[in-house]
């Protein structure tokens, strides 16, 4: 099949992003509103977002499971969902809790450094049909996630769990990314994998590397 070429305007792809971006500010943007936290949880997207997220909220506990057992399921009976079910959910889960904690529901800073702790203590980011690569899909934006999660609740978390997160992702991540570029077949690839791991990685290296100009 011919591959298709499209070719949009710079100001058709604004007017695309306008009509169907949710609102949320983005980062900087947000940063610059957190001495009014009050304001930005009455924003229509925000409420939009809260809403959403309690459906998870109000079942944290237990966490979600990644045994062994489900990780070695794809090999043995080539299976994703027994693994990828609680690996999603976990970080489904994790982005709630975070959301609904920095507005202000502060009993969620147990279970959101437990969310992020529990993901820091799996094996491999890197789901079993993947095993093969040293970033997928899943890893970068796995990476991605814990970055923006970092900024969103700075100044809340305890340093140790910081600074655990922060190790996790330049290990598995960052360094894997700029060490083994040329084993990424996807790096200049063709198809979603390019997008999303080069975006994913790229925003994870913005969110956490120190401006030193």
Sequence with gaps: MASVQLRLSQQHLKQILDETAPGWPLLPELDQKRGDVAALKNDQPAQALLTAAQEHVTKLYPIPQTTYTLYREFRHIGSRPGYETPYFLKRI???????????????????VQDYLWNICEESNWVVPAHEWAIIDLFAAETG????????LLKGTLQDEVVARVRMEIEKRILQNYLLHHAAH??????????????????????????DTD
Aim: proline residues 2%; hydrophobic residues 45%; negative net charge.
């Design 144 to 151: 991605f996630q814990l970055a923006e999660t970092l900024r």
């Design 93 to 111: 889960r994790l982005t709630a809790a975070s959301l609904a904690l920095f507005f202000g529901q502060d009993d969620l800073l147990d279970p």
């Design 185 to 210: 077949w996807w790096f200049k690839g063709t198809n979603n994998w390019n997008g999303v791991c080069n975006s994913s990685v790229g925003c994870t290296f913005l969110l956490l590397e120190e």
